[in-house]
């Protein structure tokens, strides 16, 4: 049943991805966020090496490259044509495009990374809370893991359910998406129990949908260094 739902989310995202990089600019409100978070981070330029998951056409990384100066950075997304945008606009030394699924990504991959980031990703993959369980393994000493889940709020129109299915018309074609969500307490629970030190918590405006403006929980999370 998931195994479906993340294929439709793929087949979907690669359709969307002309679009989506037109809409980024305006609508998509949550890298600005990650801009002010950034900016509040000391030692940033101790960041040699970033992975970015479900990168898009690269507004994180684009965000993220105006705070730091790593020499490798990977760029994980399941959409061809998200990752062929995002080399047209980003062009640096030592970056590294992988087409592949988040969680197949993480389970064949040990590389730590200085700084992790994961925006408007994590409620694309159907267990947030596990990749949340996995991310310590490949976060650096002192490494930094900045991303965005899209929370359940009991009561909130449209963000009540644990996961919704979506339906758009594109190109022609019917297509489905689904989104899966998880419980802020879960979310704190489950960070605390790998010792991750949480900087920031909050909830942030993401994008509109369907008449509301979806809610984004937003993240700074910190590995401390074993001493
Ligand atoms: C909402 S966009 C965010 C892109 C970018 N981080 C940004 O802020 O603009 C989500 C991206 O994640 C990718 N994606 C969704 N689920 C994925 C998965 N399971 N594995 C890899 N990439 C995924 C999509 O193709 C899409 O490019």
């Given amino acids: 049943m998931d195994e479906s739902r993340v294929r439709n ?11 989506y ?53 990977v760029a994980v997304d399941f959409s061809g044509r998200m990752l062929e945008l995002l080399k047209n606009k980003i062009s640096i030394p030592g970056l590294r495009t992988v087409q592949n699924d988040i969680d197949t990504y993480l389970a064949n991959d040990s590389t730590r990374f200085d700084l992790i980031t994961a925006i408007g990703g994590l409620e694309l993959v159907p267990d947030p809370l ?12 002192d490494g930094l893991f900045i991303f965005t889940y899209e929370p359940q709020l009991v009561g909130m ?3 009540s359910e644990a996961s919704t299915t979506y339906t758009r018309e594109l190109e022609g ?3 489905e998406f689904s989104v899966f969500r998880a419980n802020p307490k879960h979310v704190q629970q489950t960070l ?3 010792k991750l030190e949480i900087v920031s918590n909050e909830l942030v405006p993401a994008y ?12 700074v999370v910190r590995k401390p260094s074993v001493l």
């Fill in 192 to 194: 605390e129990a790998q």
């Fill in 9 to 19: 989310n793929r087949a979907y995202y690669e359709v969307l991805a002309p679009e």
């Fill in 130 to 141: 596990k990749l949340m369980a996995t991310i310590n393994r490949h976060m650096a000493d």
């Fill in 157 to 159: 129109r449209d963000q």
């Fill in 21 to 73: 990089d037109n809409a980024v600019r305006n609508r998509y409100l949550v890298n600005e966020e990650v801009s002010l978070r950034l900016a509040r981070q000391s030692s940033l330029e101790s960041i040699q090496s970033v992975l970015d998951l479900g990168s898009g056409t690269g507004a994180t990384l684009e965000t993220v490259l105006k705070y730091t100066r790593p020499t490798s950075v």
């Fill in 208 to 219: 509109p949908r369907g008449g509301s403006v979806v809610q984004y929980g937003l993240l």
């Fill in 173 to 175: 074609k019917t297509l």
